[in-house]
């Protein structure tokens, strides 16, 4: 079976200085994740691989270098979902668990279900994985960010705003922070299972305890090995109410080549959320990409058996 695999560094309005360490490390993470499966490697260990890259790069919104909470602090979601099985792992409100990426997929291996805050923290612990303190996941920009929102030098991103105003899809305002975003990975190994993985620190500002779609099952991430994968990124809020990566799978199902099925998700996502918005990343198990977004951008990068690595932001 071919081999096949794509990434996404997240979809929204990423500002022009920040483009190429955001393809960077999407090249990065494709390149380990391809690593895994070139060798004869699982889905599983690729999408690790390639997710736990970004969550170590601190350009991303995931792992460290996340964006903080209202209260100054990281929380990260994470899930990893297997479309041989339909096992699925997923944790939420992650203090100090620098690769929650890897805690998901011990969950997902192990009692598969969604482990949140402390709970989720012990279970690590019970794993053998090492925890960190909460302020070794923050970064000085993300710090900076924080104080000038709550001296009120910035606002948070305005989601939801209808197209033509100043929010995240659009070029942020002076004043406005212009959003943050979700990694993500699907990848096919030579066996022919599909897995999806995702991971975050969720949206500026947020209360704690706030889960976006990331971790949840059918919203942020879904796999099923006989019609595909996808990934979802971008306003967790509008995604859940859609539960936008069941749906696009389910265009699918219904005979949607890849590329359809997620401008469809997408152009739906924003049809019946005021101001939804995203982006959509797709692998079918003959290793055909979908990749669509009403963001103003999306990091991404794939790669398919007998072809070169393709990127783009
Ligand atoms: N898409 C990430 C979040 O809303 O938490």
């Known amino acids: ?35 895994v499966l070139e060798a004869g490697g699982l889905a599983p260990d690729a999408c690790e691989a390639a997710v736990r890259v970004m969550e170590d790069a601190p ?106 105003s100043q929010g995240p899809d659009q070029q942020p305002s002076a004043h406005a922070v212009g959003g943050r975003d979700t990694v993500g990975a699907i990848a096919l190994d030579s066996s022919g299972n599909l897995v999806v993985a995702n991971s975050t620190g969720g949206t500026p500002f947020k209360l704690p305890g706030r889960i976006g779609d990331t971790p949840m099952v059918g919203c942020g991430l879904y796999a099923d090995d006989f019609t595909g994968g996808a990934v979802c990124s971008g306003w967790g809020e509008s995604i859940v109410r859609v539960a936008l990566a069941r749906r696009a799978v389910e265009l699918l199902e219904r005979g949607l080549p890849p590329q359809s099925a997620a401008e469809v998700a997408i152009r739906n996502l924003a049809r019946r959320v005021s101001g939804g918005s995203g982006g959509c990343i797709i692998l079918t198990p003959a290793g055909r990409i979908g990749l669509a977004w009403n963001t103003r951008r999306i990091a991404y990068a794939y790669r398919q058996e007998g072809g070169e690595p393709t990127w783009g932001c």
């Not at 695999?5 to 391809?34: F, K, N, S, T, Y």
């Not at 209202?70 to 992650?94: C, I, K, P, Q, W």
């Not at 929650?100 to 709970?119: H, K, Q, S, W």
């Not at 909460?134 to 000085?140: K, M, T």
């Open 1 to 35: 079976m071919p081999i096949a695999m794509i990434v996404h560094g997240g979809a929204w309005a990423i500002p022009d200085e920040q483009v190429e360490p955001h393809l960077a490390g999407c090249r990065a993470a494709l390149a380990a994740g391809w690593a």
């Open 59 to 164: 350009i991303f919104d995931a792992g460290t270098g996340s964006v903080l909470t209202s209260a100054g602090t990281v929380e990260l979601d994470a899930a990893m979902m297997d479309g041989r099985t339909l096992r699925y792992g997923a944790v939420a409100n992650l203090r100090r668990v620098r690769n929650p990426i890897t805690l998901a997929r011990r969950i997902m291996d192990g009692p598969g279900t969604f482990l949140a805050g402390e709970g989720a923290e012990q279970f690590a612990l019970a794993v053998g994985l090492p925890l960190c303190e909460n302020d070794a996941l923050v970064v000085e920009r993300e710090r900076g960010l924080w104080e000038a929102w709550r001296a009120g030098q910035v606002a948070a991103p305005q989601y939801g705003a209808p197209v033509g």
